[in-house]
């Protein structure tokens, strides 16, 4: 379909300079269609027929690129005439096409993986519309640097933490009580006056520690009277009581008690897989070191950048070390491109022993200072390399910065894992294609639309 052949309301046409007939243009949508009917192998249909693919994927990409929520999503996309034409519509339709709803679903059809193939997918068309294939030498350079995706929660502190799994595990007693054989008390404690002495330090502005500690303490004690009088009444109750997201939620509670327990008799102790957030229990916190966010808390991603795209080299909800990625994005650049970078431009963190040895051995330069001692005449080199490194660098910064400032990397709305994962790398994938675009209007420009003005003018004179 044409955008000639889209029927508008009120008759017309579209223009074909809008930003979305010529993101329409470029997108992978045989890729794309591969991947969402992949998803539907092992599911039986009821009889209605799925929501095509193109709408599903681009509802996702409309959502990143405009940084919408999912029910402004579902309202921009029956509003815009260009949106529809984006999702393959034929026609202009009034109605909202989904439920918001149908979002989270979209996301659990396209995981980070699939998202990352469609991103390479973008790549390779970019280099085939403007480059020559490499030759048997190292080619281009490659920038590697690493981040942090906050997740959308709170800032968790040990005592909210266990404030929240007191009421939770409150509630859940309440909900058991009126089926089991009701009695003694529903609770070891006064709740009033245990919610009191959570707020007598929640609110003081600068709590003295020996205050936090004896509020931790008595929060710890709260929950584990509670999680015994659960387990209480689960042997009274019937099974299928609580609701599967009870269920799962006192797991939760369960490991926190436990891990606060530990760390409450040990601080020193490190505590492996640390829960700091009970609806989104997979998020783990991530010491950063950086000075506006010591640590933070979501999914830690480390970044390649080649000729001004991203690449999603690693993406994990547990802290690594980025350092040991570099083999692995070496090789992936070759696989895309068929030879090694000519240059690797990295931070402190990547020159580790086994990164030089793999760098020398491939031809590759790694950044920084040349190992053992420089003789004189290579000081001068040594800093003018280092200032232009430092100047090359600042590209995986600038994406940086662009994917979570206009894009919302700097906080994932999602609160499931997978989809979450996704949607960072729908971030990434947005801010890609945006990229793609500028640079083949840029190559169409350079080798069409100039000659043929040089051809006009020659013609006149």
């Not at 930003?19 to 209605?48: N, Q, T």
């Not at 957030?277 to 950048?305: D, T, Y």
């Amino acid at each position: 379909m044409t955008i000639y052949d889209f029927i508008l309301p009120f008759s017309g046409k579209l223009q074909a300079e809008n930003r979305w007939v010529k993101m329409a243009g470029i997108m992978p949508w045989e890729l794309i269609e591969e991947i969402y009917a992949r998803s539907f192998k092992d599911e039986r249909l009821d009889g209605r027929p799925p929501i095509t693919a193109r709408i599903a994927f681009g509802a996702l990409y409309i959502k990143e690129s405009e940084n919408y929520t999912d029910e402004r999503t579902v309202e921009h996309i029956a509003e815009n005439a260009y949106m529809q034409y984006f999702l393959g519509l034929l026609e202009f339709n009034p109605s909202p096409l989904f439920d918001a709803s149908m979002m989270t679903w979209f996301r659990k059809r396209f995981s980070a993986a699939d998202v990352a193939r469609i991103n390479e997918e973008l790549y390779l068309r970019m280099q085939r519309s403007h480059e020559e294939p490499p030759e048997g030498k190292n080619k281009g350079t490659m920038v590697l640097d690493a981040t942090v995706a906050p997740a959308d929660i709170h800032y968790p502190t040990d005592l909210s933490l266990l404030n929240e799994c007191r009421e939770n595990t409150e509630t859940m007693i309440e909900t058991l009580w009126k089926h089991g054989q009701r009695s003694g008390h529903k609770t070891a404690y006064n709740r009033q006056k245990a919610h009191v002495n959570y707020l007598s330090v929640q609110k003081q502005r600068r709590p003295r520690k020996k205050a936090v500690q004896q509020g931790i303490g008595n929060q710890l004690v709260y929950v584990e009277k509670n999680l015994i009088t659960l387990d209480r009444l689960l042997m009274e109750v019937a099974e299928g009581t609580l609701k599967q997201h009870d269920v799962t939620r006192l797991e939760t509670i369960r490991k926190v008690a436990v891990q606060q327990r530990i760390h409450f008799e040990n601080p020193k102790q490190s505590i492996q897989e640390r829960i700091v957030n009970l609806r989104q229990p997979h998020v783990r916190p991530i010491v950063r070191g950086k000075a506006g966010a010591e640590v933070e808390f979501g999914q830690k991603l480390a970044f390649s950048v080649v000729d001004g795209f991203t690449f999603i080299e690693e993406q994990s909800w547990n802290n690594f070390s980025e350092g040991l990625s570099l083999k692995a994005s070496a090789e992936k650049y070759r696989q895309r491109q068929g030879v090694y970078p000519e240059a690797i431009l990295a931070d402190k963190i990547y020159r580790n022993r086994e990164n030089l040895a793999f760098c020398k051995a491939h031809g590759i330069r790694l950044s920084g200072p040349r190992l053992g001692r420089p003789k004189a005449a290579e000081l001068e080199a040594d800093r003018e390399q280092a200032y232009q490194d430092s100047c090359n660098r600042n590209i995986v910064e600038s994406r940086n910065g662009i994917v979570k400032r206009r894009y919302g990397l700097s906080r994932i709305m999602a609160w499931l894992p997978q989809t979450a994962l996704t949607e960072a790398a729908m971030n990434v994938l947005v801010m890609n294609a945006a990229h793609v675009l500028r640079v083949l209007l840029r190559f169409l420009k350079i080798h069409f639309v100039f000659p043929l003005r040089l051809l006009h003018c020659s013609a006149l004179c």
